[in-house]
């Protein structure tokens, strides 16, 4: 997996206008700072030489770390229309809140990259780019203090959205397997529809799972940073 994430970031095209300079920066003072050994007092004794071993993880980190700061992404936006994204770092999800009317509260918890189909190469196509990535999205609708909750189960693709599921949520007196319903793409064509239109006049739609992958592909990389960071600075001590 971590070998076609790296393939299709590679023919990815940032869409955000921050300047990749500005992140490079970030990642320089953050993260290389992070691993950074500090300044040692004259009085300090000598730290124990690193066993070859240990110096050769350090040397490959450290390559690979200078490396993907080619690809640096510019600093993650934190709203997306009337959405308010919440970067959780360290964690392979997102969460985004928002509002519809004066009653609803919107709340979509997003996976990073969790699937793939292949999909036909054109002629014209010298990316060598052939696969289609895949994120899972839960969308919770809710209303006042009923506890009640619309629960949407969502795929999401670059170009599209599809729902999957859709049902009552009742927190805290759910049943242990509860009935949710059959899968979204057998109900009445008319059902669909009105559910399709309902979620897409509260901006849960096409535009939105376009703009995911572009966040969770740069979250991808800061995260891919950071883990790299951590081995680096745990080596290194």
Known sequence: M??????????????????????LGIARNGIYGALGSGTTRAYVAE??????FDSNIIRILRNEIEYQSE???????????????????GEQV?????????????????TMFDGYEHVPVLEDDRSGVSLRLHLSLIVDISKGESGNELEFVCSSWPDSLD????????????????????NFRNLNAKIQEKFRKYLDERGVNNELSAFLHDYIMNKDRIELFRWMGSLKSFVEK
């Open 2 to 23: 971590a070998g076609l994430i790296r393939t299709a970031q590679r023919a990815h095209r940032w869409n955000y206008s921050s300047s990749s300079s500005s992140f």
């Open 163 to 182: 729902v999957e599921k859709v049902y009552i949520l009742r927190r805290g007196q759910m049943p242990a397997r509860p009935y949710l319903g059959p």
């Open 47 to 52: 730290s124990v030489p690193k066993s070859p």
């Open 71 to 89: 690809f640096a992404p510019p600093n993650q936006p934190t709203k997306f229309n009337s959405f308010t994204v919440e970067e959780r770092p």
């Open 94 to 110: 997102i969460t985004m809140r928002g509002k519809f009317g004066d009653k609803e509260d919107i709340n979509i918890e997003a």
